[in-house]
């Protein structure tokens, strides 16, 4: 903590005044969520015990400014790696940083007392000097903050980050069920109604037994589209940890019994966000993943969220793969948001390799 070169009381903010530390009580860190403008389920302390159950290392920090906690940022350690293999090219090509809370959902929460540009300024400039010297400290190559698409905090551009966008399809869910169904592309539709000629029917997955097999279903679907899975043991933890508060639903579709996809729905306050889906290859012909999309949709309307986001989209450069998915997240009707991603170097190496990453693709696009 620094003395203030000013004469001031504790309602004053400045540079010299605030302090940042480490967070270390759950309930105190959740009640100082309430207090800012908007916050979602990835900047509650659950969510950090479900990234510690999966072996990520997290940091969340307190901005203070006297008594007054003015800010709040939690964030995790990862780990990059542009090269699948082992050998001393993968290591170059590694990287290690920080991040905020994920799903595109994280950023820098500030209290809502404390919400001019000015003092969003001083914060931005504090907080930026202290994850600076704090990645020098651990060798940490990069620091990366991500905004939400409804909800946006800080310009982070004059200190140094350069910026980048992430991608959803978000639905207003305080139109009327008969307008969200209109709405919808004629294949989504046409999708749920056969699915439901079918006999598919939906329920929520409440049991282990019935998470594991979602799990299955997971593994099944991922390694068809050559994506890595998650173990069951992040499944288990986001269950249990996001389940006590209602922040989780996992439905299923049925036919005939057998469990044939399913449906990871992260809720909470005004908001729902796909989290995940699952499916068996085989019953796809049954149009399973739009109902239960369908269904998801209409049970966060009736549940009071105001929002439901798709989740992350490639936009608008794709693969042959991403254009399907986003394909099919724009036949559900929602309109294609933006937020910002903020990343800055901390080390040569990163900004060697950023350089090397834009001047590549620079001349890829030339030459097409």
């Known amino acids: 903590m620094y003395p203030c070169k000013k004469s001031c009381n504790d309602s004053h903010i400045c540079g010299e005044k605030m302090i940042i530390r480490p967070a270390q009580d759950k309930e105190k860190w959740n009640e100082n969520l309430t207090k800012t403008g908007w916050h979602w389920v990835t900047h509650r302390w659950e969510w950090r015990e479900v990234m510690e159950a999966l072996g990520y290392k997290s940091h969340y920090f307190e901005i203070c400014n006297g008594d007054d906690t003015i800010a709040l940022f939690p964030c995790f350690t990862v780990k990059i790696r542009y090269l699948k293999d082992y050998s001393l090219i993968s290591k170059i090509f590694s990287f290690t940083g920080l991040e905020s809370s994920g799903n595109g ?19 931005a400039k504090v907080l930026d000097s202290y994850l600076f010297d704090f990645c020098k400290r651990n060798g940490y190559d990069f620091i990366k903050i991500n905004d939400s ?69 997971h593994v099944e679907t ?34 005939d019994d057998t469990l044939i996809a399913g449906v990871m729905l992260l809720t909470y306050g005004d908001m729902s966000l796909y989290g995940m889906g699952v499916s068996d290859h085989r019953y796809l012909k049954f149009q399973p993943n739009i109902y239960l999309q369908w269904h998801a949709i ?49 080390t040569i190496k990163y900004e060697a390799f950023t350089w090397l990453k834009d001047l590549l693709r620079d001349l890829y696009e030339k030459k097409k």
């Open 105 to 123: 959902y994280g950023g820098v929460l500030i209290n809502s007392k404390f919400s001019n540009i000015n003092i969003k300024n001083k914060i």
């Open 222 to 255: 991922y390694s068809r589209t050559n994506m890595p899975w998650r173990p069951f043991d992040y499944l288990k933890a986001i269950w249990k940890n996001l389940g006590e508060i209602n922040a989780v639903k996992f439905f299923g579709a049925f036919k």
């Open 149 to 217: 698409p409804v909800y946006s905090n800080l310009n982070l551009e004059k200190l140094g980050y350069k910026k980048t966008y992430h991608y959803t399809f978000l639905l207003d869910l305080t139109q009327d069920k008969d307008y969200l169904w209109k709405n919808l592309e004629k294949r989504a539709r046409n999708g749920i109604r056969k699915a439901k000629k079918s006999g598919v029917k939906i329920r929520e997955l409440t049991s282990e037994e019935e998470i594991k097999e979602f799990h299955r279903l």
């Open 298 to 346: 209409l049970w966060s309307k009736m549940n009071g969220r105001r929002y439901y986001d798709l989740g992350s989209v490639a936009y608008p450069k794709q693969t042959k793969k991403e254009a399907g998915i986003f394909k099919f997240k724009r036949s559900l009707g929602g309109k294609l948001v933006s937020s910002v991603y903020w990343v800055k170097s901390c």
